[in-house]
């Protein structure tokens, strides 16, 4: 328990040591590595500045867990990510994307802290946007779903990070209208495979390989997409995500997964008023939905597994709070291969709630989920997650 509480106190001393905020992209809890995923960043400058810019993102994650059918498990896993964009021109930008994390899997039903801990590359992908039109290459993440980008709080491997697709090799580009009174609507397509070159390898301990849909070694798969955010119903806030995935071969999986996924998010604004905002005051409260279907899931022939989550955000100042609800119900045939799941209903509530110290990113949260397999293993959770961006590098180019 000591080292537990010096952890903590460890992880916050670090948060509240940095110096300053970041220039963030996008304005959400945490800096989105996912190309294209909030379409405002397309049309995101930070004010004056272009770049190039370093940010630097400190993202301890305290957890402590335990099982109530079972021995209690104790551990505790951090995470350090550090995150570089680069503006060479105002259309041609670079990002790099890495992590010390925990890579392994920890033993179950023991004791144990920053267990197989590595580092590993994340998204690594030049673009260039002329604000209606973007086109990627590189190492990327999938637009697919909005539930992975929005809802996980401090609980980032929960059910909707199954479908939260990284590691992808290949290309992306995106057709969009602008923002011009009716929301930002766009188009995507993006072919890939998952990556098995040296940047899918860890450093400090063993990567093991990639098997399961799309790890066939080409650029087999590919992603379709409909988005459109700023929609203005009552308030510009409401935005929505369609799009269908489908892998190639892979090692191990018997099918090719496909994909289908439909999800809605609409912030209603209770009280943006100049006064209240400048005190901060700023009111709003934000209901989420979304649904996902994979047939062949993970590889397995005939089996099929469907996701559905409901949740509601709410800001009020510097606070923010989300609670979730949330199942995964898998069936068919049973799981082949490390991808698949077994057969089985699983639910998961979760509750988060925060505090903004320095600005929309330098966050505090402290949340509780409660896992319920069928009836027959619950899990809950607490943790506690510090997460304070830092810019340490920035300057105007000389095209300004």
Do not use: C
Request: aromatic share 14%.
């Amino acid at each position: 328990m000591n080292r537990r509480i010096l952890l903590v106190l460890a992880a916050i001393a670090l948060a509240v040591a940095a110096p300053r905020p970041a220039h963030a992209q996008g304005g959400g809890k945490q800096p989105d590595p996912r190309p294209f995923a909030l379409f405002r960043d397309l049309f995101d400058t930070a004010g004056d500045m272009h770049g190039p810019w370093v940010t630097m993102t400190w993202q301890p994650q305290l957890q402590y867990q335990w099982q109530s059918d079972g021995v209690p498990m104790n551990n505790f896993s951090p995470t350090v990510s550090w995150q570089a964009y680069t503006w060479f021109t105002p259309e041609l930008t670079m990002n790099v994307n890495l992590a010390l994390n925990q890579v392994n899997q920890g033993p179950t039903n023991d004791d144990w802290a920053a267990y197989g801990m590595g580092a590993q590359a994340g998204d690594v992908w030049l673009q260039w946007s002329d604000q209606r039109t973007g086109i990627i290459g590189g190492r990327y993440t999938a637009p697919f779903g909005l539930a992975p980008l929005i809802l996980p709080g401090v609980f980032d491997t929960t059910l909707v990070s199954n479908y939260s697709f990284g590691g992808l090799m290949g290309g992306l580009g995106t057709l969009s209208t602008g923002d011009e009174g009716l929301g930002i609507h766009a188009l995507n397509a993006g072919f890939f495979g998952v990556d098995t070159t040296f940047m899918a390898n860890n450093v400090f301990v063993a990567t093991p390989q990639a098997d399961g849909p799309g790890t066939g070694g080409g650029v087999d798969s590919w992603v379709i997409g409909y988005a459109a955010e700023n929609v203005p119903l009552i308030f510009p806030t409401l935005q929505w995500n369609i799009s269908y995935i489908q892998f190639g071969d892979g090692r191990g999986a018997e099918e090719n997964q496909k994909g289908f996924n439909a999800g809605a998010y609409w912030q209603y604004v209770i009280d943006n008023s100049t006064e209240s905002t400048l005190d901060a005051r700023y009111w709003s409260v934000g209901p989420l939905v979304e649904y996902v279907r994979f047939w062949d899931s993970g590889g397995t022939a005939d089996q099929t597994t469907e996701y559905f989550t409901v949740g509601i955000i709410t800001n009020y100042g510097n606070w923010q709070a989300d609670v979730t609800w949330g199942f995964q119900n898998v069936s068919g045939a049973a799981g082949v291969g490390s991808n698949s799941l077994n057969p089985g209903r699983t639910e998961l509530v979760t509750a988060n709630i925060g505090y903004n110290f320095f600005g929309p990113q330098s966050l505090v949260q402290l949340g509780y989920a409660y896992e319920d397999t069928e009836g027959q293993d619950i899990n809950h959770q607490i943790g506690l997650q510090v997460n304070f961006p830092i810019t340490i590098l920035e300057w105007t180019p000389l095209w300004e």
